[in-house]
């Protein structure tokens, strides 16, 4: 019995072990997604910011005026975690949409005098 017992428990633990690294890597990829992803233009620098995104991925990136005309359409990957994308936006509203098979992203933003 108590060899059983010590069997058991061994077993127990290598497999709560084993799934410690699953559940961190979960972790990690559950904060990359489409509800936790921001974008913003940084006027200073003249970028649009996206992050945080999958690293090593192409992106469409489609950016639209407030009328629905398109400004500029781009295939991108981005830098680490995050896109940085170099381009001269006006003062107006705009509406940013990032594509790819597992991340879909659209957000209306504003761009001050």
């Known amino acids: 019995m108590k060899l059983f017992f010590t069997i058991s428990f061994f077993l127990l633990s290598f497999t709560l072990l084993a799934q410690q690294p699953v559940d961190s890597l979960k972790n990690n990829i559950a904060s990359v997604s489409a509800e936790n992803a921001n974008a913003y233009y940084d006027k200073l620098s003249s970028k649009l910011i996206i992050g945080p995104v999958y690293e090593n991925e192409n992106y469409?990136?489609?950016?639209?005026?407030?009328?629905?005309?398109?400004?500029?359409?781009?295939?991108?990957?981005?830098?680490?975690?995050?896109?940085?994308?170099?381009?001269?936006?006006?003062?107006?509203?705009?509406?940013?949409?990032?594509?790819?098979?597992?991340?879909?992203?659209?957000?209306?933003?504003?761009?001050?005098?």
């Open 60 to 113: 469409k990136l489609e950016l639209y005026d407030i009328t629905g005309t398109s400004i500029q359409s781009i295939v991108i990957q981005p830098n680490g975690k995050m896109i940085e994308f170099n381009t001269w936006l006006k003062s107006g509203v705009y509406i940013l949409i990032v594509r790819n098979p597992h991340f879909n992203l659209t957000r209306k933003f504003r761009v001050g005098s």
